[in-house]
């Protein structure tokens, strides 16, 4: 058994930034990271694009994973534990986690920050008809094993769902030599990076088919090809005679991203029903006091950019938080979605905030020109035109608290 002050769990991008901005209080932090290096996802993202916003320049996924190993392995301060499994934590701030090196270790600390990332939903969520087998992947899982370990998951491709990873996997099947015959995407708009589509898809000849999804999966020991179709794009059942048989040997799942809250479930956090991560305050406090969330485990985001953005702020909030050994509750106040917002992060603001929070958000459907406005206690805040908003890609609005009363709602309508 030993104790800290914040105890991290994860050691992907958002729990390195969050150790380092804890540190930087002077407090003692511990990571606890279950693979057997630091750097969390970023490690199999060979691709650039990475950094512009936080470090200015523009990194590969394992570049900018590395800036921030690096500097925790020369912080004094922080202790990072790789190949450690934490198997649970409690309201008191009790962690319980595994390792071959240490065994079973019991944790007591002033704080806890939340950053396990995110998993991938695979075949078992979409119910898809046919057999079972070998050569259906989800793209995490495809680009981990070309990218990683050298192999190539198939040599022709469809993918179904358009997120991010699925449009990399798309042009980086490409590039080693693989077929990519078509991305089908079940809603009428891509749930990705509309640079990603760009250059991922258009760049390389790969058609993106909206609306469309895969009914049925052909084949015995490996796949042989798969049945797509046309879906109504307001019951999303597929439309009868618009099936095609496209033959295939791989089909890549890129059909959504789940904050990983299993163990927050068990702990007792609140969660939101639409982000499935917590719903926390301005400093990514949870409704467990001194336990704080940050990152894609409390919402997927587009940039880990903002990744890093944000679990500074609970990592800071956490070390304040041991540092003070416990705060009182606060009275909040709520951050509502109004008109075309599917969410708002964080959900609620301490009564007593004051100064600029960030509120990232994201629409439920594409808005070409739209206008986004902030209200609260009858009052308007914020009042702004962008050209188009997608629900691919998340949104920010800065607000200044100070002297602000009673609930704040943001809305987007068409301008």
Not at 180 to 188: H, I, S, Y
Request: aromatic letters at 4%; hydrophobic letters at 40%; proline letters at 4%.
């Amino acid at each position: 058994m030993r104790s800290v002050d914040v105890a991290v769990i994860g050691g992907g991008p958002a729990g390195l930034a969050a150790a380092l901005a804890a540190q930087e209080r002077g407090v003692r932090v511990l990571v606890l990271e279950r693979d057997r290096h630091a750097g969390g996802i970023l490690r199999q993202c060979i691709h650039n694009g990475f950094g512009l916003h936080y470090f200015k320049e523009e990194l590969t996924g394992p570049e900018y994973a590395d800036r921030f190993v690096k500097k925790v392995a020369e912080t004094s301060g922080i202790e990072l534990l790789c190949d450690t499994m934490v198997l649970e934590f409690d309201a008191n701030r009790r962690v319980l986690a595994v390792s071959t090196e240490h065994g079973l270790t019991e944790i007591d600390a002033a704080a806890i920050v939340l950053a396990m990332g995110c998993r991938e939903r695979t075949r078992g969520a979409l119910n898809i008809p046919g057999s079972r087998p070998a050569g259906i992947f989800t793209a995490g899982c495809a680009q981990r094993l070309c990218n990683m370990e050298g192999v190539l998951a198939g040599r022709e491709v469809v993918i179904l769902g358009s997120g991010d990873i699925g449009l990399i996997m798309a042009r980086r099947m490409v590039w080693e030599g693989a077929k990519v015959r078509l991305v089908a995407e079940l809603m009428p708009y891509s749930s990705g990076l509309n640079r990603n589509i760009v250059q991922c898809l258009e760049d390389n000849g790969i058609p993106l088919l909206l609306s469309h999804t895969v009914t049925r999966i052909h084949g015995g020991d490996r796949l042989t090809g798969v049945t797509i179709a046309r879906v109504d794009d307001k019951t999303k059942k597929p439309i009868h005679g618009t099936e095609e048989l496209i033959p295939c040997d791989t089909l890549l799942l890129s059909v959504g991203l789940l904050p990983e809250n299993e163990l927050s479930k068990e702990a007792g956090v609140a969660l939101d029903g639409t982000t499935g991560g917590a719903t926390v305050d301005e400093r990514r406090e949870t409704s467990l006091p001194g336990v704080f969330a940050c990152g894609n485990v409390l919402h997927v985001h587009d940039l880990v950019d903002h990744v890093s953005i944000e679990a500074e702020i609970a990592g800071a909030a956490a070390a304040d938080y041991a540092l003070s050994a416990g705060q009182a509750p606060s009275e909040t106040r709520r951050a509502v979605p109004g008109g075309h917002v599917r969410y708002i992060v964080p959900q609620t603001v301490r009564a007593d905030a004051a100064g600029p929070v960030d509120f990232y958000f994201r629409v439920n459907e594409t808005i070409r020109p739209a206008r986004v406005t902030v209200t609260a206690g009858g009052q308007t805040l914020l009042n702004r035109k962008k050209q188009l908003m997608t629900p691919g890609e998340m949104e920010t609005v800065t607000v200044d608290m100070t002297n602000v009363s009673g609930d704040i709602q943001i809305t987007v309508e068409e301008a």
